[in-house]
């Protein structure tokens, strides 16, 4: 378990003070996959580098598995490091070395002796798919099979934490896909903890659990990415989960916006608007639509246009309400 | 005919003289460069990693001595400072006259050169890939020789190469005090004696070993550097 109490960290630079984090609060329980996410700027990083005091919190605690990070001292802290490995967007390896030896790296410096170093890497390099690159050079492969290897290398060390930064900011949405099948299959086969920062709610939709939202240095949100995806509260989440939300105001003075939220509990299969006009002769207009279809239900959002009419629309939420949709009237 | 036997006269220095100069230079050079690695590799390392934000910070006073130092044998003159070291050079080899004394100045001269031109190369390492190691429990004397030494190795080699060619125009020069090679051959016979022909001689066969240096250098750091497709 992963405790994050009360952290804040202030830089002091040249010309001013930056309050980076201002009392973050987090649990992150075992064998999880965590995100956090938030605008640039927000102090993601930061966080995650206190986390394994690459950064130096001002103040607060980060307690793993019982361990107070902040009281290690330089050698403790080095052997705490070793149980948690972290990948970067990008991808940190070293260029002057091949792949398989970029994997023995870490085992190198456990001091562990070079034909069990380089068995163990040739075995992760097989889990990350890229058995035949142990000879290639990092300049040698595309980003993801670069991400793959810091992956391997990640692994080396048997970690109880993997922290990703941005580990998919660099990669198509193809390569971006198949490196987070790659976590979450760790995840699932190896029960490691896996924290996930980034600035792409896909990211989180896809394979996180609980989502933490930060804002300036503070959580605006925190919770099960099921209930944040479906019932954001805080401004900063609602423009993170809606980013294409028409605004508040419609330029058509003669309809009125409602946005229906689907949180998986209506198959993707039921042609709901068609419904509703039939069987309640209420004829909506989708604005916009960003909903995906995960095991056959649907999850996302749409932006429906109804007709000006208070009657009216107080039918249609009534209506969608009954068939297990979220609503909210703009 | 006075001008073909000025080209006979020179070309017979050189058959006698050439081949020892040539070996002289070279291991004065060779044996020079190494020992002002051996102390401004070092030296060049720790202005970098020795940073407040460096993977091993020392204090301040510290570093500003060592960056006043080494700016100020920078700063003197080789020709003087070779004069400047006869104590060093008579304690170390006993007397400060002859190819291997010039070696005493030769070292003192390079090695503040050689500490800032390995300074240049280690500053080129990624942050990134520290952070990567640091991130790894890696120790900051781990972090030098397996991360920032072997990821500078190309530049490294280009620098070394830099240093050689400097050590070399340096070796020319301490034919003055009797230092053995190819300077000596010119100033002993163009400067001295007026045979500008076994001068100019002289100069082209240094010409020619710059740039064999540069060549071999150029060459190997391309060669080593993994981050090119070759
Ligand atoms: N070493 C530093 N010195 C001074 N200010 C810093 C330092 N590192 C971060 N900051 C500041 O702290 C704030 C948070 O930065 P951080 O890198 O954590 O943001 P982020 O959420 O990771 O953003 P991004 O998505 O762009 O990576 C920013 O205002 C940044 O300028
Ligand atoms: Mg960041």
Redo the contacts with the bound molecule.
Sequence with gaps: MIEIKNISKT?L?AENE?Q?LKGITLTVNDGEIYGII??????????V?CINML?KPSSGTIVINGKDMTALNEKELRAARSKISMIFQSFNLLMQRNCLKNVCFPLELQGMKKADAVKRAKELLELVGLPDKAKSYPSQLSGGQQQRVAIARALATDPDVLLC??ATSALDPKTTSDILDLITDINRRLGITVIV?T?QMSVVERICSRVAI?DN?IVAEEGKVTDIFTRPHSDTAKRLVFPDDPGIVTEDEKERLVRAVFDGRTSADSPLIAQMAISQNIIANIRSASTKTISGKLYGSMILALPDDDEIVRRAVEYLNSQNVITEVL | MPENNAWAEALEILKNDMPLALWETFYVTVVSTFFAFVIGMPLGILLVAGEKNGVLPLPAWLMKTLNVIINLLRSVPFIILMIMVFPVTRLIVGTTVGTVASIVPLVIAAFPFVARLVESSIRETDRGVIEAAQSMGASPFKIIVKVMVPECVPSLVSNATIAITTILGYTAMSGIIGGGGLGKIAINYGYYRYKYLVMLFAVVIHVLLVQLFQGIGTRLAIKCDKRIKH
């Design positions: 830089f630079t930056v980076a938030g605008m640039s700027g927000a102090g993601k990083s930061t966080l580098r950064e930064d941005e920062i600035h930060l240095g």
